[in-house]
């Protein structure tokens, strides 16, 4: 069960550091991009916007927490990785499409695929036979 905990911990944090990323970003195309300034402007930066660094310590954060989770003897890669990119995936499309500073819009198919998607990571879920 420790090792599910982790898989969701990864997987939440893993969508969430790629939300701060991409709100940590908005502005700076207009200034040359991340990287007008060289690798180390681009290091400054990141660690001088907190949106940016916040994300930075989530992919951090979820790169630990599903190590921790791949660790487990009963949790299977070819279930791990579906849920942690199809879970994700889904968790920044809902936020994307909802949150006021990012209000992307999506069309009912993409919508579609993404809970085809879901579906999908559900019927592997369902179907991975358990370790003896």
Known sequence: MKYIVALVGALVLNAVANLCMKMGMKGFEASGGLMAGGPVGAVKTVLTTPVLLGGLICFASNAFLYMFALQSKTLKISLAYPLMVGGGYAIIAVVAALAPSLRERMSAGQWVGVFL????????AVLTPAEA
């Open 117 to 124: 998607i879901l579906t999908g990571v559900i019927v592997v």
